[in-house]
């Protein structure tokens, strides 16, 4: 990445570590051989698909054929969402819960299982903090609940949601618990059994791997229907020729980010403290969206009265700041983010508010840089536009 650009947009995707690059590089040059075939180039791929199941069954905390590698966060939550919905229909169960803040993959998975499968759903509120109240499960449960899943942390917020207690309410009343967890990797303990959770998404580009490469820790003894059919790669559960080089990438990476974990969340919660408490004190009419504690410390979503966020970010971009207005698959729309409206934003609120996520290479310099710049830029499309 150019060097006098200021990437604040981790939570969109992370650089490739150097680390993981040169664990990937064996396999993307020569031949890197297919895990399904008998001869020797064939085994090596075997051997290597073996061990990084292995390293991430170990971060995980949970058996390697548990894990079935797909190509990514939306992969994974279709497969989840879907597998278990469709396996555990035959048996009367046509309900599903999650929550009104998931990532658009969860959503609109859902959207499809109401209308082409015929299954209900009941998506949790939040507080305006962002978080999702358990007691607010145990009503919802019903005798037909298939599946809840519910993020571990907001992609746009970085609230943090307590998901061993939803867990437990699940596993209490013998129903299926996903939760979609790209967002923690690094920050967050991932221990599946700490957290009591049956179903778990990654995708590897959220934690400084390669893109288009992901996984989902499906629990042994989870039904799931494959969405993708064909060979017998993943035990059944996912067919197709392994991305044998993006698989290791991953492994590799989510081997670091957990040796790494505190000392990196620890970095990051100073850089963001940093950053709330200068915007909040150099601008007026500024706020900060989500819980201040229960908070990825990468992700700092902040509102500006008065402004309307795609003019703040192109103006940034000017100045070689990347940052974003939440989703990326909304930015370019002008559509306010369903996060901050179900966390009782007006649209003009939402309308108004930006995303700065940050990462390893975020440095004390570049917050200072942008807090020393945002104030100006919020007061000059203050002045162009006035307040309503
Ligand atoms: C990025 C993201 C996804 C989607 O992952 P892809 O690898 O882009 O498919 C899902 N959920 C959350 C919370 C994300 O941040």
Redesign the pocket.
């Known amino acids: 990445m150019h060097n006098r650009l200021i990437y604040l947009d981790h939570?969109?995707?992370t650089p490739l570590d150097p680390r993981v690059l040169e664990a990937m590089l064996p396999f993307l040059s020569g031949t890197s051989g297919n895990a399904s075939s008998i001869h020797q180039v064939g085994r090596a791929a075997l051997q290597a698909l073996d061990d990084a199941r292995e390293q991430v069954a170990l971060v995980l905390g949970c058996q390697p054929k548990e894990i079935v590698f797909t190509?990514?966060?939306?992969?994974?939550?279709n497969l989840a969402l879907k597998g278990v919905a469709m396996a555990l229909r035959a048996q009367g169960k046509n309900h599903l819960i999650s929550s009104t803040i998931?990532?658009?993959?969860?959503l609109h998975a859902l959207d499809y299982l109401v209308e082409y499968e015929g299954f209900r759903v009941t998506l949790l509120p939040v507080d305006r903090n962002g978080r999702v109240n358990p007691a607010d499960l145990s009503t919802a449960l019903r005798p037909e609940t298939a599946l809840v899943s519910v993020?571990y942390?907001?992609?746009e917020t970085g609230v943090v949601q307590p998901i061993a207690d939803l867990a437990a309410i699940c596993r209490e009343r013998g129903v299926l618990f996903h939760t979609?967890a790209?967002?923690a990797p690094g920050q967050l303990p991932l221990d599946v059994n700490a957290l009591g959770v049956d179903l778990l998404?990654l995708?590897?580009?959220?934690f400084y791997g390669p893109?288009?490469v992901?996984l989902l820790y499906l629990r042994r003894g989870t039904p799931l229907v494959p969405q993708i059919n064909g060979g017998a790669q993943e035990r059944r559960r996912r067919a197709g020729t392994e991305n044998i080089a993006g698989i290791v990438g991953l492994a590799k990476a989510l081997t670091i980010a957990e040796s790494e974990r505190t000392t990196h969340a620890s970095r990051l919660r100073a850089l963001s403290e940093r950053l709330i408490d200068g915007v909040l004190t150099r601008i007026p009419q500024s706020w900060l969206n989500g819980d201040r504690e229960s908070r990825l410390p990468s992700i700092v979503n902040l509102g500006f009265a008065c402004i309307e966020t795609e003019s703040l970010l192109l103006l940034l971009d000017q100045r070689g700041i990347c940052a974003s207005s939440g989703s990326?698959c909304t930015s370019g729309s002008l559509e306010p983010s369903h996060v901050l409206l179900a966390m009782g934003l007006s649209p003009e609120e939402a309308n108004g508010s930006i995303r700065f996520s940050l990462g390893k290479q975020t440095t004390d310099e570049q917050i200072d840089i942008v807090l020393d710049l945002l104030p100006d830029l919020v007061a000059q499309l203050r002045t162009v536009t006035p307040c309503a």
Do not use: L
């Open positions: 939570a969109a995707t190509s990514g966060g939306s992969e994974s939550i998931e990532h658009h993959a969860v993020m942390a907001n992609n979609d790209v967002q998404s995708t590897a580009h959220k893109q288009g992901g990326a």
